[in-house]
């Protein structure tokens, strides 16, 4: 018997370009799983639209609406688990989850950093790099945990940083190794191809 493709939510609150992405690899077949809704904290995310022109379903939800961020994410939950959702992929998903959201989903909620954490986290890692003057960054995908871009990584690979680099360059760059990393990384979840040991992930290739 043919195995269920496993089904994805992807978050984002903004431009969804590594959303686009994925859904892209999703449509040709490339990642063997199925986007079974997008989710987002703001209804006029520029990747709301992205989602209808890849005909997924499009959800978003104002946390303003709601008296506290337990029953907005209460009301998350619940609309995840109608839609049988396996795995959450966050894509510039701009709000810190609540451990009611993380314990409904042990260890399948993925984010993409556009950074070689653990250096700088946070929104604004790209800039923050450049700023430093670090001479490499990077991207990293990892499994969220409780703390803020933090839990066990998947997948990271570095990006050089030239004296000579603008910051919209770098940014570039760092983008354009994002919409590799990512389907690579979702790749092997949905193929259940690795297995974590404490803050290891194991992969088998
Ligand atoms: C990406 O750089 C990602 O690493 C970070 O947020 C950004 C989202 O960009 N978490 P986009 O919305 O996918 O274009």
């Not at 992405?21 to 986007?35: L, M, S, T």
């Not at 990584?153 to 190794?177: G, R, W």
């Not at 259940?192 to 088998?204: N, Q, S, T």
């Amino acid at each position: 018997m043919k195995k269920a493709l496993k089904r994805l939510a992807v978050f984002a609150s903004g431009r969804g370009s590594n959303f686009e992405n994925i859904a892209r690899q999703v449509k040709k077949g490339k990642i063997r799983a199925e986007i079974a809704l997008f989710f987002s904290d703001n209804p006029d995310a520029p990747a709301m639209e992205k989602a209808k022109k890849f005909r997924i379903e499009a959800l978003a939800l104002s946390p303003k609406n709601y008296s506290s961020k337990e029953i907005f994410e209460k009301e998350v939950v619940r609309i995840l688990n109608e839609r049988r959702i396996d795995i959450i992929v966050l894509a510039g998903y701009m709000r810190i989850l609540g451990p009611d959201l993380i314990r409904a989903f042990p260890q399948r909620i993925v984010n993409i950093h556009p950074a070689l954490l653990p250096a700088f986290k946070g929104a604004h890692a790209i800039r923050d790099a450049y700023e430093y003057g670090a001479q490499v960054t990077g991207v990293t995908v990892h499994y969220v945990d409780a703390q803020v871009d933090h839990g066990p990584i998947i997948l990271q690979k570095e990006v050089k940083i030239s004296p000579k680099d603008s910051l919209d360059a770098l940014e570039k760059k760092v983008h354009k190794l994002e919409y590799k990393l990512y389907p690579r990384a979702i790749k092997l979840l949905v193929a259940g191809k690795f297995k974590i040991v404490g803050r290891k992930v194991l992969i088998f290739r």
